[in-house]
């Protein structure tokens, strides 16, 4: 299988929703790491969106980071259940993982701080509501000191990480010449379940 395979329209997927999002996704070290969409509720029940960075997709899971004094933060650790959606516009895909989501080690942590940008890493550090109420030339030049004096840096305490495990994982894949495709992976004790949608 290549990743320029169009496995999705031609009905041709793996088993394991994994192998087809390993195809999908860049390399965990690839400094382009693709954006998704999360998902969450609040206290309310209602739902909540923003975006983060996808760190690295696993054989069973996949991970983002972010900091833990967030609201998104929160809502997962008085609900731990989420959905995630990650597009590739150039390549006319995008995945739906709908599953429990579990805080990862200090250790995977560091790992995926270390294979951040170089931005990233200043914006964990740096992304603070005493920051964000300074004047534009005020917090630029406090990112360019803190830039300038800290030339490597260890995650911040603040810096947290959740696993995704999907129970059910929703691909879809476009095509100029026809109509778009689904394809729908349920968890099961025995593994998984497909089924063809449309687009």
Do not use: I
């Not at 739906?96 to 790992?111: F, I, M, N, P």
């Not at 830039?147 to 129970?167: K, Y």
């Amino acid at each position: 299988m290549d990743a320029h395979d169009r496995l999705v329209q031609d009905g041709c997927c793996p088993a394991d929703p994994f192998t087809l999002l390993r195809l999908w996704a860049p390399a965990d070290d690839d400094p382009g790491r693709p954006l998704a969409t999360l998902a969450t509720v609040d206290d309310d029940g209602l739902p909540d969106a923003r975006t983060v960075v996808l760190t690295s997709v696993g054989d069973d899971a996949v991970t983002f980071h972010t900091d833990a004094r967030s609201r998104k933060v929160d809502q997962l650790r008085a609900l731990p259940r989420a959905a995630l959606v990650v597009r590739w516009d150039e390549h006319a895909r995008q995945v739906v993982l709908r599953g429990a989501a579990v805080e990862v080690s200090t250790e995977a942590c560091r790992t995926a701080f270390a294979r951040q940008s170089r931005y990233l890493q200043l914006l964990a550090w740096l992304n603070t509501s005493e920051l964000a109420v300074l004047p534009r030339a005020e917090r630029e030049r406090r990112w360019a000191a803190f830039d300038a004096g800290h030339p490597v840096l260890d995650p911040p305490p603040s810096w947290a990480g959740f696993a995704v495990r999907p129970d059910d994982a929703l691909f879809w894949e476009g095509s100029e010449d026809g109509p778009s495709r689904r394809v729908r992976y349920r968890r099961t004790q025995d593994g998984w379940t497909q089924e063809a949608l449309p687009g």
